[in-house]
Nanobody, 123 residues
Framework: VQLQASGGGLVQAGGSLRLSCAAS????????MGWFRRAPGKDREFVAA????????YYGESVKGRFTISRDNAKDTLYLQMNSLKREDTAIYYC?????????????????WGQGTQVTVSS
């Protein structure tokens, strides 16, 4: 399975971006999916996850209330709507496919990873 993340870019603080992650074949509908990010000099951070068929969604504390994760199983695509962006949201964002139908908050629960898309928030 290949995951292709897109939608990153440069945005001013307070703005919005929508990330997409397309899976190469129809397997994603049976698995949880998630977004992680890594900022310069920092560890990888859990952002959001969604279970099989959108059964449950989970968010990291730093993005709760601002980001929304969703999926379109018919298109094998995962989304991350990011609103009210802050400078501290600047990072490379990675999408990932879970090992099961659950939506893990830890990276070990994911089997496949996308290449990442850069999000830069300016003040």
């Amino acid at each position: 399975v290949q995951l292709q993340a897109s939608g990153g870019g440069l945005v001013q603080a307070g703005g919005s971006l929508r990330l997409s992650c397309a899976a190469s074949r129809r397997t994603s509908s049976n698995n949880g999916m998630g977004w992680f990010r890594r900022a310069p000099g920092k560890d990888r951070e859990f952002v959001a996850a969604i279970a099989y068929r959108g059964g449950g969604t989970y968010y990291g504390e730093s993005v709760k209330g601002r980001f929304t994760i969703s999926r379109d199983n018919a298109k094998d695509t995962l989304y991350l709507q990011m609103n009210s962006l802050k400078r501290e949201d600047t990072a490379i964002y990675y999408c990932a496919l879970a090992r099961s139908s659950a939506a893990p908050r830890n990276a070990e629960g994911y089997q496949y990873w996308g290449q990442g898309t850069q999000v830069t928030v300016s003040s």
